[in-house]
């Protein structure tokens, strides 16, 4: 066994035996945020309980939209028309090189598009070659879907850079009169040096994920369970009234009308943004069109909706960790704006956008959003930027960088994709660790490049 097989396998072996399941660590991550917020904050466990208490409901329309994301985009995929397309496509890939270079390749360029089509795109396509190629390691080509998601804040559906092109008058209130003009995406997504960015860390990620596939008899089996699907239920024919409605094509195909419809003269001709809910609404009406009738979308959707049970039950103490990172109590010290403040102190104009991304990258281990990035860092970020001569491009890209770089190691965006694979985890994060590394490498010296 080669030196770099053996690193991976430590990796691997490292994240099995310590990395506890996702709710354990977001349990644990809330335990550290208490501990470190009263003496460094100098609040009273009251004022911490309170804010983190106060916190819990606070991403309780985003928990939902991404159950949506999860449940919509598997019921989707599980219509016939998609799952003979994506059986297609599964058949290309003939090695297990060939095959996570593929689902590496498709994942970064589907997140890139849009982040929450990317998360259930690469899982399914992944979770599909699994069931073809047998000699393949399923933990690996998981992972590789999932690695992909580390562009998703470079790319057009990232939150931070979309917010910095939109409403200028909420862009003053956020950063404090800092930025009183839009910044356009012509100088973050679309920069020449973010874009180039992306394509080196995809052009890596293919590469390394397709170099850490193991050799020979060190391939782990696939559990066959993981990759069974549950039997279609076959439905009778329709001799009622009700059931006449039930089978009814011509439902279906009225409200997927409706629903494009309305998709159409909200994206093309009132322009806004495609965001997650535009993702779930597509997801939602192309599934009931291409499962034709009512009653077939709504047992397949029944069936994917043991999947969102990670995210019901977690994303709730996330937002109580946020709650504490972002509240305050008598002595008006915020714990987001401590560890900010903290990097700009030690800042230069050349080492702030690096310390700008490695501030919001630990942050995000805690606050895994972009709008919860935005409102600790948004402030203090901008304003030491321009302090420095920084451009706000560079400083809001360096944090969107950060905010996805992380998400690497963090369990609370592989959800969706783990409860798809029906793995653990532990399973994946050995091979994303690595990934963690290989891509902060080309981040952090493409930050550089791009501040000189």
């Not at 329309?61 to 397309?85: D, E, H, N, R, Y």
């Not at 009931?288 to 043991?306: D, E, M, N, Q, W």
């Not at 039950?313 to 900010?340: D, H, K, N």
Request: proline share 4%; aromatic share 10%.
């Amino acid at each position: 066994m080669s030196l770099f097989h053996k690193i991976i396998n430590g990796c691997v072996g490292f994240m099995q035996k310590y990395l506890p399941e996702p709710f354990i660590f977001a349990i644990i991550l809330t335990f550290v945020a208490v501990l470190v917020a009263i003496p460094v904050c100098h609040q009273s466990i009251a004022e911490v309980v309170t804010n983190w208490g106060g916190g819990v409901w606070n991403l309780l329309g985003f928990s939902m939209q991404m159950a949506l994301v999860l449940v919509t985009g598997a019921t989707l995929a599980s219509a016939p028309t998609i799952k003979k397309g994506i059986n297609k496509l599964a058949s290309m890939p003939k090695t297990s090189a060939s095959a996570i270079a593929l689902v590496t390749g498709i994942s970064a360029v589907a997140c890139w598009l849009n982040w929450g089509f990317g998360l259930i795109v690469g899982a399914i396509f992944a979770k599909e070659i699994a069931k073809k190629l047998k000699n393949v390691d399923y933990r690996l080509l998981i992972a590789s879907a999932y690695s992909g998601f580390v562009v998703w804040h470079a790319g057009i559906s990232g939150s931070i850079p979309l917010k910095m092109a939109s409403d200028v008058n909420e862009l003053v209130k956020d950063t404090n009169n800092v930025i009183t003009s839009v910044i356009p995406i012509s100088n973050t997504i679309l920069d020449i040096h973010n874009i180039i960015m992306v394509v080196l860390v995809t052009v890596a990620l293919v590469a390394i994920n397709s170099l850490m596939h193991p050799k020979g008899d060190n391939i782990i089996a696939i559990d066959p369970a993981l990759l069974k699907e549950d039997e279609d239920i076959k439905i009778e024919k329709a001799t009622t009234p009700a059931s006449k409605l039930e089978n009814s094509r011509l439902l279906s195909l009225i409200l997927s009308v409706l629903g494009f419809t309305f998709l159409i003269i909200s994206l093309f001709i009132k322009g806004k943004s495609f965001d997650l809910g535009s993702v779930i609404l597509l997801f939602l009406f192309l599934g009931i069109v291409l499962h034709k009738t009512p009653i077939a979308y709504v047992r397949s959707f029944t069936k994917s909706v043991g999947g969102a049970a990670g995210i019901l039950l977690q994303f709730p103490f996330y937002a109580g960790i946020m709650g504490i990172i972002t509240g305050v109590g008598e002595s008006g010290i915020c714990l987001g704006t401590v560890v900010s403040e903290a990097f700009v102190n030690i800042s230069t104009s050349t080492t702030y956008p690096i310390y700008t991304f490695l501030c919001a990258a630990i942050l995000n281990m805690f606050v895994p959003s972009g709008g919860g990035h935005w409102a600790i860092q948004a402030p203090i970020m901008f304003a030491a930027g321009e302090a420095l001569n920084v451009d706000h491009g560079l400083t809001g890209m360096a944090i969107a960088w950060g905010d996805a770089w992380t998400n690497l190691i963090q369990p609370f965006w592989a959800l969706p994709a783990l409860a798809i694979a029906k793995l653990n985890a532990k399973d994946i994060m050995g091979f994303c660790l690595i990934d963690l590394v290989v891509s902060g490498i080309i981040i952090i010296g493409g930050l550089l490049i791009w501040a000189i």
